[in-house]
Structure formats: C-alpha cells, structure tokens
Nanobody, 122 residues
Framework: QAQLVESGGGLVQAGGSLRLSCVASGRTFRSGVMGWFRQAPGNEREFVATVSVNSGAALYADSVKDRFTISRDNAKKTVYLQMNNLKSEDTALYYC???????????????WGQGTQVTVSS
C-alpha cells in the first residue's frame, strides 16, 4: 500500500526557516503530483503548494508565494517544502499528499501523510 511520511516540523521564531520532507513508498511517486497542505485548529485544510513529479513544475498558494519553495528528488522519492521568512500565520499541521493532476483542492488528492507540526513564535 502507498505510504507518505512527513518530517522536519518544529518550533521556529518568526523570520526563521524550516524545511519539511515527505518520503513516498509504494506506487505513490510513480506519476502525478505531490502537494503540501496545512490545517490550523478551527480552520479547514488549506492548499500550500504542489509539484509535478515528472517535470518539477510547481504551483503555490498566494499566501506563501515568494517565501516557500517546493521541490522533489525522484531518486529518493521525496518531496520538500523549504519555508523561509516564516510568520505566525504559518503555524499549522502540515500534510503531504499525492494526486493525479495539479489541484488546489484536498479532495483531489488520493494519499495523505499523518502530518508534521510547524509552530512559529514571535
């Protein structure tokens, strides 16, 4: 069965940086896209970024554009989210997900990791 495992979350001060990793197993990384979503308490799951596994083309939410960078290493079956200039509003549980096509909607993704917590303090 396909599996996604996130890591790299933690506590960081505002303005700092953090890099999240997501390792895929099974058939998850064969094609399609890998994305990052986040969810804060009381909020709905929010799109952050997604990347094509084959081409590396990326799509970002406006809220993180120019601050976050998504990338993938196909040999390692891993997708990364480099987060710079972090703000308190970035605090959330971050999820890695896999899907067939570019999409900002969580319902379009087939596989999900269990999440990694990112907390930004002032």
């Amino acid at each position: 069965q396909a599996q996604l495992v996130e890591s790299g979350g933690g506590l960081v001060q505002a303005g700092g940086s953090l890099r999240l990793s997501c390792v895929a197993s099974g058939r998850t990384f064969r094609s399609g896209v890998m994305g990052w979503f986040r969810q804060a308490p009381g909020n709905e799951r929010e799109f952050v970024a997604t990347v094509s596994v084959n081409s590396g083309a990326a799509l970002y939410a406006d809220s993180v554009k120019d601050r976050f960078t998504i990338s993938r290493d196909n040999a390692k079956k891993t997708v990364y989210l480099q987060m710079n200039n972090l703000k308190s509003e970035d605090t959330a549980l971050y999820y890695c997900a896999a899907g067939p096509l570019f999409s900002r909607g969580p319902v379009d993704y087939n596989f999900w990791g269990q999440g990694t917590q990112v907390t930004v303090s002032s």
